[in-house]
């Protein structure tokens, strides 16, 4: 009886664990927090779990088996040691019904299978990380104001802004000048409203003297870059730049035919300075003055039948007049002070121009055949540089009267002069839009030469070229 004491509890332990090796697969576990994925990780914990209660078994076999080994050593009627009684004590001793019972029999053993593993909408994929509108690329294209920061991932793309051409002026789009803000005296244009200045004509080298054709599509003017100067042409964007002059000499000052079809200008090539004219393409150029003494600043008429110009053939500076091809050369002025700079009324009935005949330098006009002289100013001053306003109605004009060269207007026949700019530094260099409407003219009110625009009443003053360099020669855009 006494051996039945220690292999008693030895079989029940076997027992067991046949029955926890066999015991079947649990049946599903309707639908519960454990759902889905969670419930495929439990159903993978099962074999997991068996293994456990076969190992709890083998240990307390081998304990029993300890206890049997040692039994001859032991005194008759001693009890079973407390710690091999305990372990006894806790194996299972029925069969878990369900899947849930199994789970609780070996909850000592294993972490609790719990939501608080089971994955959770922070790392389920959501709307944080979905491409949305606020990443989408988007070109804004307005540029007033900052534009508002969105959560991030984002990618805001901002448009250049696009300048819409000022209509103010009237004719073309554009501005070109003269400037050194490179280093060199090259040509530019610029809007308007002074905006969007572009270099055109870039060399090591200067180049002056721009002049728009009539047409509105094409720039002459006079460059260096080739050791002396000489007349060259580009587009109104400054592509296709084309040499159209290759003498030893100087050729510089170029004007356009009002058709846009031909191009006069000065050049010392042979020997002095003297008037040539050519195609716009270059081709066929003739010298149209022949004299010992320098002629120079050509003026075509608006019919384009004859050149004025200056001359200092007869020892003084005079204004001639003659044929488009040079012929039929006429003196116009007689006096031994100078007189020059003659400009044709739009109709072409008219010629202002230059004389100190009375003392200082005033503005007159005359019919082209010298008839008709009508002395327009009088003043202490030199008044200088007449220009027609498109109409024919006004002319514009600088003058010294009041200490600097400042710009006035006038009548055509010389009444109602009023003072357009008053400020101590000089401004000179006036040209009226296409339209008639404003004016553009040369200051140095604020240091430097700069580019300003104003009504033809003077109002509106602009400084256009904002620069720290000298901004000069500004010309209108005619189309």
């Known amino acids: ?38 419930l495929a990780a439990a159903r993978t914990r099962v074999p997991e779990r068996k293994a456990l209660a076969t190992q709890q078994a083998k240990q307390t076999v081998q304990a029993m088996a300890g206890l049997t080994s040692a039994k001859g050593s032991e005194t008759p009627g001693a009890s ?14 029925a069969q878990p019904t369900d899947a849930n019972a199994a789970i609780a029999a070996t909850s000592t053993a294993q972490p609790s299978l719990t939501p ?29 104001g900052t534009p508002s920061q969105t959560p991030s991932p984002t990618t805001t793309l901002t448009a250049t802004p696009t300048i819409t051409p000022t209509a103010a002026g ?20 610029m809007l308007l409203d002074g905006s969007s200045a572009l270099r055109l004509a870039e060399a ?5 003297a721009p ?32 040499r159209l002059t290759t003498a030893t000499g100087d050729d510089q000052y170029p004007v356009w035919s009002k058709d846009s079809s031909k191009i006069t200008f000065t050049s010392n090539r042979d020997g002095n300075q003297e008037i040539y004219a050519m195609n716009a393409d270059g081709s066929s150029q003739v010298r149209l003055t022949l004299s010992t003494k320098d002629d120079g600043g050509p003026q075509w008429s608006p019919d384009g039948t004859k ?27 007689y006096n031994t002070a100078y007189q020059g700079d003659a400009v044709w009324s739009p109709d072409g009935t008219l010629l202002a121009f230059v004389s100190a005949a009375d003392g200082n330098k005033e503005i007159y006009t005359m019919k082209p055949t010298g008839a008709e002289t009508k002395r327009l100013t009088t003043s202490s001053g030199d008044d200088i540089a007449p220009q027609w306003s498109p109409d024919g109605s006004k002319l514009v004009f600088v003058s010294a009267r009041d200490g600097n060269n400042e710009i006035y207007s006038m009548n055509n026949a010389g009444t109602e002069q009023v003072r357009l700019t008053s400020n ?45 360099s000298a901004d000069v020669e500004p010309v209108w855009q005619l189309k």
């Not at 009237?170 to 244009?189: H, K, L, M, Q, S």
């Not at 004025?308 to 091809?325: I, K, N, P, Q, W």
């Open 80 to 93: 079973v040691p407390a710690t091999a009684v305990a372990a006894a004590s806790n194996t299972p001793a």
């Open 204 to 208: 090591p080298a200067d180049d002056s």
């Open 1 to 38: 009886m006494n051996g039945w004491k220690y292999k008693t509890p030895l079989l029940v332990v076997i027992a067991l664990l046949l029955f926890a090796c066999n015991s079947p697969t649990p049946a599903p576990v309707p639908d519960s927090p454990l759902s889905g994925t969670a």
């Open 116 to 144: 608080s593993w089971t994955p959770t909408p922070s790392w389920t994929p959501t709307a944080s990380w979905t491409p949305t509108p606020s990443w989408t690329p988007t070109i804004n294209p307005t540029v007033t």
């Open 170 to 189: 009237g004719g073309g789009t554009r501005i070109a000048f003269v400037a050194a803000r490179d280093g060199n005296r090259e040509i530019y244009t």
């Open 307 to 333: 050149i004025v110009f200056t001359s200092l053939r007869d020892g003084d500076a005079e204004v001639y007049v003659m044929g488009a091809d040079g012929s039929a050369q006429t003196r116009l002025t």
């Open 424 to 468: 101590s530094a000089d401004d000179s260099a006036v040209r009226w839009s296409p339209d008639g409407s404003q004016l553009l003219y040369v200051s140095s009110r604020d240091g430097n030469s700069e580019i300003y625009s104003m009504l033809a009443n003077g109002n509106s003053q602009t400084n256009l070229s904002r620069n720290s």
């Open 211 to 242: 002049a728009w054709s009539p047409n509105g599509t094409r720039i002459a003017f006079h460059s260096s870059r080739n050791g002396n100067f000489d007349i060259y042409v580009m587009n109104a964007d400054g592509s296709n730049i084309t």
